[in-house]
């Protein structure tokens, strides 16, 4: 069963443009949902993250929103840089327990083109 | 920064070999999490500790992997026999506890599996 699912697997956008990346869970228990990025021959790094108290949470370009009703949550990349170009992974996170653990979605690898 | 370290960067086995892998976690976190990657795609979660105990595993680590991690300084994993599949960047990381706090992870040990 899979607990996070992620799409697109790809995406490809103009120096520019904004890029949208959804993730949607299962999982009521879990409250924190993260988002990391990786770059090739590199480890994931956090990139923004966000509690469900909040719908919304911005940090530069970068912009999560979340909707606890429908369990989903999207990043927004504003302004596309080709130095954006990584493959980015959402996660979702309970609290206590065998919860306690990041549980990622496959991932989305994005190409920003000039 | 932090500093997640893990050893050997690249390890070659033969199928049938056992194989082992280490991790220092970053210092002060209590929290150290095992994830395998293959071809820089999904972060399949195997193992967590918390405090040096063992939270939660999946079925694949309970019947041939072997993981410990007795003191915050140094954590291990260990493949009893290596099979084709196990041929994957293995990544530690850790964080301050299990809620909610940034995961950092180390540059991953690199299996093959021949």
């Known amino acids: 069963q899979q607990q996070v699912r992620q799409s697109p697997q790809s995406l490809t956008v103009w120096e520019g443009e904004t890029a949208i990346l959804n993730c949607s869970y299962e999982?009521?228990?879990?409250?924190?949902f993260p988002w990391y990025h990786q770059f090739p021959g590199e480890s994931p790094a956090l990139l923004i993250a966000?509690?469900?108290?909040?719908n919304k949470k911005e940090d530069g370009r970068f912009t999560i929103f979340f909707n606890k009703r429908e369990k989903k949550f999207s990043l927004h990349i504003a302004d596309s840089q080709p130095g954006d170009s990584a493959t980015y992974f959402c996660?979702?996170?309970?609290?206590?327990?065998?919860?306690?653990?990041?549980?990622f979605g496959k991932g989305t690898k994005l190409s920003v083109k000039s | 920064d932090a500093a997640v370290t893990q050893k050997p960067r690249y390890l070659i086995k033969m199928k049938g070999q056992e194989a082992e892998m280490k991790c220092i976690p970053e210092?002060?976190?209590?929290?150290v999490f095992w994830y395998q990657q293959k071809q820089s795609k999904e972060l399949k979660f195997l193992i967590y500790?918390?405090?040096?105990?063992?939270?939660?595993q999946i079925d694949m680590v309970k019947e041939r992997f072997s993981a410990v991690c007795p003191s915050s300084s140094l954590c291990s994993l260990g493949i009893r026999t290596c099979e084709a599949e196990d041929s994957a960047l293995y990544l530690c990381?850790?964080?301050?506890?299990?809620?909610?706090?940034?995961?950092?992870f180390g540059e991953g040990s690199r299996l093959i599996v021949v």
């Open positions: 990381s850790s964080s301050r506890d299990n809620s909610g706090n940034t995961l950092y």
């Open positions: 999982d009521s228990t879990f409250d924190y």
């Open positions: 210092k002060g976190h209590t929290a």
């Open positions: 996660a979702a996170e309970g609290s206590g327990g065998s919860n306690a653990k990041l549980t």
């Open positions: 966000i509690r469900p108290v909040s």
């Open positions: 500790f918390q405090n040096q105990q063992p939270l939660d």
